[in-house]
C-alpha cells in the first residue's frame, strides 16, 4: 500500500485522535463528529487510569488542546492536573518519561509542563540508557553549549543499553481494546467505514448482499486496527539530529562518536537508530576526507536502506483487512516485543509462508531471508 494510500485511509481516524474537538463541532459530519467523541473519550479515560504509563499516552494524544485556540476548557484543565500528578510521581517508567519529554515543548504556555523536569529526571533515574541522553544534547548543541555537549557525548558512549519507546505499549492496547468493548462504536461511525471500505477497495465490483453484510459485520474490528495504526504513528521517535551534528562537528569526539554508532547498530531494534549508527561513521569519514572508509560506510547504510526497502515491499498488501487484520496485530506484537526489524520480518514470512501454500515456485520471490543485511 503506498505512503499516500494508507495516510488517507487512516485520516478519518487521525482527525479523532489529533484535532480539537470544539471546532470540529462547527466542521464535521455525525459519523466524524461521533469518532471525535469516542477518541477524546478514550483518551480521558486513558487520563483518569491508576496507570502512569496509560496517563503519559493520553497526554500525548490529547496534549494538543493546550495550544488549540477554541479548545474545551474542561478538557485543557483535565490535561493541566494529569501533567501536574506525573510531574508529582517519581516512579515514572522510562517510557513515561520519554513520552513526558515529548509532551512538554516550547510551545506551551510557561509553568504548563516543564520538560527539563522530565529531562533531568530520565537522566536520574535511567543514566544506563544511552536514549536519555539524547533530548539534552539536542538541547545543548543548539544553545552552543560545548562542554555540555562533550560531557553527554562521552556519558553515551559508556552506556551499555539502549531503549526505545517509540512503538505503544501492550497495556496501552489491552486499555484501547478493553475501553472498545464497554463503548462500541456507533451504527454512523461503522456506517461511514462500511462507505469508505467499498470505495477502497470494492469501488468497480458488484457486492452481494451476503458480502456486505460480512463486511459490515468486519467494521468495527477495521476501525479498531486502524486506530492502532494511528497510535503507533502518533508515537514520538527518538530525537537523533543532536548526536549527529556533535559527531560530524567535534573531531575530538571521533572515538566516542564511533563507539555509539557501533551500539546503534548492534543494540537498536527499529531501523532509525540502526541506520543513524551507520551513518554516522559515515559523515564522520566524509569530513575527515578519508575517502576509502567513507565509501565503505557509505556502502554499508545504504545496503540496510535497501534492506529496508525490500521488507518494505514484501508487506506493501494493497488489504490490510480481512485475513491481513490478524497479521497487522502480530507484527505489532512482535515489534513492541523485538523491534520494528524484527516486526517487519515477522509480517514478511507471515505473507511468505501463506504464499508457499498456493505455489512454493512463485513464493520464493517473497522470502524475506533475501531482503536481510546482517
Known amino acids: 500500500m503506498s505512503n499516500m494510500k494508507f495516510k488517507a485511509m487512516v485520516g478519518f481516524c487521525l482527525m479523532g485522535l489529533m484535532g480539537d474537538f470544539a471546532f470540529a463541532a462547527q466542521h464535521e459530519t455525525k459519523p466524524e463528529l461521533d469518532e471525535l467523541s469516542w477518541d477524546q473519550q478514550f483518551q480521558l479515560h486513558l487520563l483518569n487510569s491508576d496507570d502512569s504509563d496509560l496517563q503519559a499516552f493520553g497526554l500525548l494524544q490529547l496534549s494538543s488542546v493546550l495550544t488549540a485556540p477554541m479548545a474545551d476548557e474542561r478538557v485543557v484543565k483535565q490535561v493541566k492536573k494529569a501533567i501536574k500528578s506525573l510531574s508529582e510521581r517519581g516512579d515514572l517508567s522510562s517510557q513515561a518519561l520519554f513520552i513526558m519529554t515529548n509532551v512538554c515543548h516550547s510551545q506551551l504556555e510557561p509553568g ?13 533515574d535511567y543514566p544506563d540508557d544511552m536514549a536519555v541522553y539524547l533530548s539534552p544534547l539536542n538541547q545543548a548543541f543548539q544553545l552552543e553549549i560545548e562542554g555540555e555537549v562533550f560531557d553527554l557525548v562521552k556519558q553515551m558512549a559508556a552506556t551499555p543499553y539502549l531503549s526505545n519507546h517509540s512503538h505503544y505499549s501492550q497495556a496501552y492496547e489491552d486499555a484501547l481494546h478493553s475501553y472498545f468493548k464497554q463503548h462500541p462504536f456507533s451504527d454512523s461511525m461503522i456506517d461511514e467505514a462500511l462507505v469508505e471500505h467499498l470505495n477502497w477497495f470494492h469501488r468497480d465490483d458488484e457486492i452481494s448482499e451476503e458480502l456486505l453484510e460480512g463486511l459490515r459485520q468486519n467494521m468495527p474490528e477495521n476501525i479498531l486496527l486502524i486506530k492502532m495504526i494511528v497510535s503507533e504513528l502518533s508515537m514520538p521517535i527518538l530525537p537523533y539530529k543532536g548526536l549527529m551534528d556533535a559527531c560530524r562537528t567535534y573531531d575530538e569526539l571521533s572515538e566516542e562518536c564511533l563507539t555509539i554508532a557501533d551500539k546503534l547498530t548492534s543494540l537498536s531494534k527499529d531501523y532509525i537508530g540502526i541506520i543513524i549508527g551507520l551513518a554516522i561513521p559515515e559523515q564522520m569519514y566524509e569530513a575527515q576526507g578519508l575517502i576509502q572508509k567513507h565509501q565503505e560506510a557509505l556502502f554499508n547504510k545504504e545496503q540496510k536502506k535497501a534492506e529496508v526497502a525490500c521488507l518494505g515491499k514484501l508487506v506493501n498488501v494493497s488489504d490490510i483487512f480481512g485475513e491481513n487484520r490478524s497479521d497487522m496485530s502480530e507484527r505489532f ?13 515477522h509480517h514478511a514470512n507471515l505473507l511468505y509462508q501463506r504464499a508457499l501454500l498456493q505455489d512454493a515456485e512463485q513464493a520464493e520471490a517473497m522470502n524475506p531471508e533475501h531482503c536481510l543485511v546482517e
Open 333 to 345: 506484537k512482535v515489534t513492541r516485543q523485538a523491534g520494528e526489524r524484527a516486526g517487519m520480518i
Open 112 to 124: 504548563v509542563c516543564d520538560q527539563s523536569y522530565f529531562i533531568a529526571k530520565q537522566l536520574q
